[in-house]
């Protein structure tokens, strides 16, 4: 029994992750695929640019529940106090199906809504204090994509820190690790307006 939770709600992460909303929700709407312009990613801010915000937040908002839904599942049923490396594992594997999706030809997003959805469900707290990181690293270093790895690789030292111990920490080292390593892909890659994650164009085009 311990064996088949250890790799069904893992597995249930992953699948969830996978789920491609910004894919079929821009298809649906517009007829294309949200990865053949803009950033090239299954992501809200591409979904955005191709067929508005209403819907782009409602990709926001599928992909954080689907991260979310396989971890709050996981804490809930699984015996966590015999299995506690189940619920961070489950949380990673969402992520990581996120951005490498069984049903999109792995080709998904970059994990950070999914991330949050997972951290959601461990401790509100801990998603209020990894968003105002990730907020404040954008704004200081100016290019969202360093500035999410370093959200990566920081979350969890920072949730030690803030006393977000537990399977919350080990989560946030899961999802972490997968964010930093999704988001080196875009390391140098220009961007002319940060809160969409648009590439810069030609200097003659004179927008900032």
Same mark, same amino acid.
């Not at 821009?26 to 819907?55: E, M, P, Y």
């Given at each position: ?107 998904? +997003?970059? #994990? @950070?809504?999914? =991330?949050?959805?997972? !951290? ?8 209020? &204090?990894? $968003? ?41 080292? +899961?999802? #972490? @690790?997968?964010? =930093?390593?999704?988001? !080196? ?8 307006? &940060?809160? $969409? ?12």
């Amino acid at each position: 029994m311990d064996l088949l939770l250890t790799l069904l709600f893992p597995l249930l992460g992953y699948l969830s992750g996978s789920l491609p909303f910004a894919i079929w929700i821009t298809r649906l709407v517009k007829g294309v695929d949200v990865r053949d312009a803009g950033s090239g990613h299954a992501t809200t801010t591409n979904t955005i640019r191709q067929v508005g915000f209403g819907w782009g937040a409602l990709v926001l908002v599928l992909d954080i529940a689907k991260g979310f839904l396989p971890v709050w599942l996981a804490l809930t049923i699984a015996p966590v106090t015999s299995l506690p490396y189940v619920v961070p594992l489950t949380a990673a594997l969402a992520v990581a199906g996120h951005c490498w999706p069984l049903f999109a030809q792995f080709r998904g +997003g970059m #994990g @950070l809504a999914t =991330a949050g959805g997972a !951290l959601l469900a461990l401790s509100p707290l801990a998603f209020v &204090l990894c $968003l105002g990181l990730l907020i404040l690293l954008t704004l200081t270093v100016r290019h969202s994509a360093r500035a999410s790895v370093f959200t990566g690789v920081l979350i969890a030292p920072m949730l030690w820190l803030f006393n977000q111990r537990g399977l919350v920490f080990w989560a946030a080292v +899961g999802v #972490g @690790l997968v964010i =930093a390593f999704r988001f !080196l892909i875009d390391w140098n890659r220009k961007y002319r307006e &940060l809160w $969409l994650d648009r590439e810069q164009q030609n200097k003659k085009d004179g927008t900032a």
